[in-house]
């Protein structure tokens, strides 16, 4: 039996002092571990070697994480102390030191004791929405306006930004939310995904939000701060937290964003996104246009529940519902990936709905009305499937097949709702995501 | 002769599903192809997330019957096999006698409609 102690290996930011928590580990001790499994995380803070040196990085993300990696098969054994327990698994109370060995892998092979292996770290940040949602212990943990993940192999990898909901970014997160199946996939990007607090991210909202200038935003707050905090229904906490979150997404274009990425070569800034993640499930067939600005917001239904009864009233008055048929998506679609491709070389990939369901029997079409796409959601799903292909031969998008993999999978048992995927099926869809991405980037 | 509406098992995981709209008034007559309800299935029962995996459903009368008697209101769960509503084939029936069997029926998924409890209540 050979065993490997395991060391922290090299974080490259060179002009900061990092710190790190106790670590925590997601493997108990002599469990069998795989080569690139994660088997566990620690938090870090990057603090500026001197008083006058360089701004903190990550400002805004209070959540900077390392996950932990084996670099090869075999039995796992945790070094004592390793694991502090408690805040100090929690708080950045030690500083990383390179070699600082927190366990070791059981091999088969000749009695003793081999050179310490770095373990494979597994990059993940987030920003908090609001400074006041206190996050605990956990990956990734808090209320979030975006999460991101990266592996400190690569070069400057290029940003795979998901603009998606559930059954785009559900892939990707996987099983706990925090990219671990990426990892262990060998994470080939940089990879963001946003959370669609309040704004469901179609794409007549995402239009707005990437032409929208500061003065434009400016107006939008006065006119929601008059309208929800001074009208007659007296506001709520609801309305706060519901009013600041969807502040935050109209604020803001994460398209425009750039990120701190440690890479090999130290603390870097990501490039523009190479590739942006789009859900055709975001995109209803009616949408809300502001009666005096004109600026659109989709806000899905369940959301509303989280509403106070003045954002309630403000929504009701201030804006007009615009039925949208499939030529209006299409045409939103390309002026969207017009507005964005003007300015930068992103390619869009477009995961497309399951369109059909077992348990559905239509004998008749009388009780539903026309068109049927605005009220049978499998006639929607196909129509908007179709617009896809269309788009895909007019303006070079690539489409994640979810109709046809949920077909392979078997909907009814792994795609339940059109929406959340298994596990499964979600591997499948990440390997499919991961694979038009690299095409795009072998284009380029 | 009497028919029962039961809810059908409308997905594999569905335990309850709740009544969104009632399309049909107790008393009318019923074509092939008139709608009766259209139902939510919500299957976030155990944790509840930011997106919960919500459909919609529309069940719809496959034979002409008159409706004797509703069971259910817009907003409330019921379990899957549960009766919502007795029809009969003759106007004059009374709604309590025996059950022959379960009317047949068609359901489809169909989008969120502006009239639906959901969106409208908190």
Redesign the interface.
């Known amino acids: 039996m050979t065993e490997i102690p395991l060391c922290l290996g090299s974080l490259a930011a060179p002009e900061f002092a990092i710190k790190r928590s106790g670590i925590v580990w997601l493997q108990p001790d002599g469990a069998y571990c795989r080569r690139r499994q994660v088997i566990g995380f620690c938090n870090i803070s990057l603090q500026p070697q001197a008083p006058d040196g360089k701004a903190k990085p990550f400002a805004g993300e209070a959540a900077l994480q390392v996950a932990l990696a084996a670099p090869a098969a075999g039995r796992f054994r945790i070094a004592p102390e390793s694991s502090l327990g408690g805040y100090l698994n929690f708080l950045g109370v030690q500083l990383w030191e390179p070699s600082a060995v927190v366990g070791f892998l059981e091999r088969d092979g000749e009695p003793g004791q081999a050179a310490p292996l770095p373990l494979l770290h597994g990059m993940l940040a987030g920003r908090l929405l609001t400074g006041l949602a206190d996050y605990g212990t956990g990956l990734l943990p808090g209320w979030h306006s975006h999460v991101r993940a990266w592996q400190d192999q690569a070069e400057t990898p290029p940003t795979l930004l998901s603009l998606g909901i559930c059954d785009a970014a559900g892939p990707l997160m996987g099983e706990r939310s925090a990219f671990l199946e990426l990892f262990e996939d060998q994470l080939p990007c940089h990879i963001v995904v946003v959370a669609n607090n309040v704004l469901v991210p179609s794409a007549p909202c995402l239009l707005d939000q990437f032409v929208r200038t500061a003065d434009m935003y400016d107006l939008i707050a006065r006119d929601i701060a008059e309208a929800v905090f001074g009208g007659p229904v007296p506001p709520a906490p609801e309305d706060y937290l519901f009013i600041g979150a969807l502040l935050d997404s109209l604020r803001r274009s994460p398209i425009r964003e750039t990120y701190d990425i440690i890479t090999p070569a130290g603390l870097q800034k990501s490039r523009p996104p190479a590739a942006i993640l789009l859900s055709s499930s975001a995109e209803p067939l009616q949408i809300m246009r502001h009666k005096q600005l004109g600026y659109r917001i989709q806000l899905f239904h369940f959301h509303l529940a989280a509403a106070g009864a003045a954002t309630r009233a403000w929504l009701r008055n201030a804006f007009a519902r615009e039925s949208r048929s499939m030529a209006d998506v299409r045409r939103d679609y390309l002026e969207f990936f017009s507005a964005v491709q003007a300015e930068m070389d992103a390619k869009f990939i477009i995961v497309n709905r399951m369109s059909t369901s077992g348990r559905e029997n239509i004998a008749i079409y009388t009780p539903f009305e026309a068109p049927m796409c605005q009220s049978l959601a499998h006639i929607a799903a196909k129509e908007i499937n179709l617009m896809l292909h269309e788009l895909a031969a007019c303006a070079g998008i690539e489409i994640v097949d979810v109709d046809a993999i949920a077909a392979e999978c078997g909907g009814a048992q792994h795609l339940p709702d059109g929406v959340h995927q298994s596990g499964e099926m979600q591997g499948r869809i990440r390997l499919e995501i991961l694979s038009k991405t690299l095409l795009f980037l072998k284009k380029k | 002769m009497l028919f029962s509406l039961n809810i ?6 569905v335990t309850s599903v709740r009544i969104e709209t009632i399309h049909a008034a107790a008393g009318a007559r019923l074509a ?4 009766i309800v259209d139902v939510s ?1 919500d ?1 976030s029962d155990l944790y509840a997330q ?7 459903h ?1 069940i ?1 009368l ?1 034979e002409a019957l008159w409706l004797r008697r509703l069971l259910v209101a817009p907003g409330q769960f019921v379990e899957p096999g549960a009766c919502i509503a007795i029809l009969a084939d003759d106007a004059a029936e009374a709604p309590d006698g025996d059950i022959a069997r379960p009317v047949r029926i ?9 009239e ?1 409890w ?2 409208n209540h ?1």
């Not at chain 2, 059908?8 to 995981?13: G, Q, V």
């Not at chain 2, 092939?32 to 709608?35: E, F, I, T």
């Not at chain 2, 930011?50 to 919609?56: E, R």
């Not at chain 2, 068609?106 to 502006?114: C, K, S």
């Open positions: 059908p098992k409308l997905n594999e995981h092939v192809g008139a709608r299935v299957l930011d997106c919960p995996p919500i459909s919609f529309r719809v496959r068609m359901t489809a998924g169909i989008t969120h409609q502006p639906m959901i969106g908190a």
